[in-house]
């Protein structure tokens, strides 16, 4: 069975930095696309990065030069460094992975997801 387990959210205030980590199990996600979504109370679930099976990667507009989504494929894990949190951040982030090599920005591309991580953001 596949999960996704993310790890690394918190309370923190606005400026800081948080590290998300997203360990995968029952596959190898190699050579496979990776994302990072994140939902707030009463929200959509949003796009926020996204990594492909080649490590082109792609971001929200309004995370660019903020965030950074890598991955380790000997750990089979997906990172995502949050620099310069803002309120607007404040949401559970899930990661997101897929069956595939490409990246998408929709929630409907991907096959497997997390159980979420709480990350706030105070202002």
């Known amino acids: 069975q596949v999960r996704l387990v993310e790890s690394g959210g918190g309370l923190v205030q606005a400026g800081a930095s948080l590290r998300l980590s997203c360990a995968a199990t029952g596959r190898t996600f190699s050579g496979k696309a990776m994302g990072w979504f994140r939902q707030a109370p009463g929200r959509v679930r949003d796009f926020v990065a996204a990594i492909s099976g080649s490590d082109s990667t792609y971001y929200k507009d309004a995370v660019k030069g903020r965030f950074t989504i890598s991955r380790d494929n000997a750990k089979n894990t997906v990172y995502l460094q949050m620099t310069s949190l803002k309120p607007e951040d404040t949401a559970v982030y899930f990661c997101?992975?897929?069956?595939?090599?490409?990246?998408?920005?929709?929630?409907?591309?991907?096959?497997?997801w997390g159980q979420g991580t709480q990350v706030t953001v105070s202002s």
């Open positions: 997101a992975g897929r069956d595939g090599y490409a990246l998408f920005t929709t929630t409907d591309y991907y096959d497997y």
